[in-house]
T-cell receptor, first 112, second 114 residues
Framework: AQSVTQLGSHVSVSEGALVLLRCNYS??????LFWYVQYPNQGLQLLLK????ATLVKGINGFEAEFKKSETSFHLTKPSAHMSDAAEYFC??????????WGAGTKLIIKP | SQTIHQWPATLVQPVGSPLSLECTVE??????LYWYRQAAGRGLQLLFY??????ISSEVPQNLSASRPQDRQFILSSKKLLLSDSGFYLC?????????????FGQGTRLTVV
């Protein structure tokens, strides 16, 4: 069965520092991988996704992620954190026609 | 373009009262529809999904039920709310063909059972 593991329920970085949120997955089929962001009391918004093609995927708000099949990873990065990046981030994998399998989420805290 | 509407945004209900949350999707046909819940400090829990009218799959046995009376309408219900039903409820949809390439979320309903 597919699963998604996000390392760290909370990640704290200083404003201007590198953001790295980790995601590892297991999948029995070629995976489609996703990162979503959720601001307080709002729905989830797609940041970026990998389906096929280039393994380095760029998304909104300066985020990017790289699909590494050998490491079964899809880590999310941003070179320089802004205060507005404070939110919860979810990694997910598409396992079939019907469901996304979700990680537990990582809350990103930005220190001034 | 496709849009998803979910209401109400917030709801405070007494224990034992009924619940009805509604979600509608515009701009697409035959979507897959989902209800998720987020309890405080926890991740996304899939409650129900539907691949067509009248077709509901339950992921977690509980005090809630779902119905899909129309192609683009998904309703979450309860006959008697429990304190443990409090949480943030999210409706979502995805295209119904092939492997999911994106899920689109509503703005959520904050339910507090008192």
């Amino acid at each position: 069965a597919q699963s998604v593991t996000q390392l760290g329920s909370h990640v704290s970085v200083s404003e201007g520092a590198l953001v790295l949120l980790r995601c590892n997955y297991s999948s029995s089929v070629p995976p489609y991988l996703f990162w979503y962001v959720q601001y307080p009391n709002q729905g989830l918004q797609l940041l970026l996704k990998y389906t096929t093609g280039a393994t380095l995927v760029k998304g909104i708000n300066g985020f990017e992620a790289e699909f590494k099949k050998s490491e079964t990873s899809f880590h999310l990065t941003k070179p320089s954190a802004h205060m507005s990046d404070a939110a919860e981030y979810f990694c997910a994998v598409s396992d079939s026609n019907y469901q996304l399998i979700w990680g537990a989420g990582t809350k990103l805290i930005i220190k001034p | 373009s496709q849009t998803i509407h979910q209401w109400p945004a917030t709801l405070v209900q007494p224990v034992g009262s009924p619940l009805s949350l509604e979600c509608t999707v515009e701009g697409t046909s035959n979507p897959n529809l989902y209800w998720y819940r987020q309890a405080a400090g926890r991740g996304l829990q899939l409650l129900f999904y539907s691949v067509g009218i009248g077709q509901i799959s339950s992921e977690v046995p509980q005090n809630l039920s779902a119905s899909r009376p129309q192609d683009r309408q998904f309703i979450l219900s309860s006959k008697k709310l429990l304190l443990s039903d409090s949480g943030f409820y999210l409706c979502a949809w995805s295209a119904s063909w092939g492997q999911i390439t994106e899920a689109f979320f509503g703005q959520g309903t904050r339910l507090t059972v008192v």
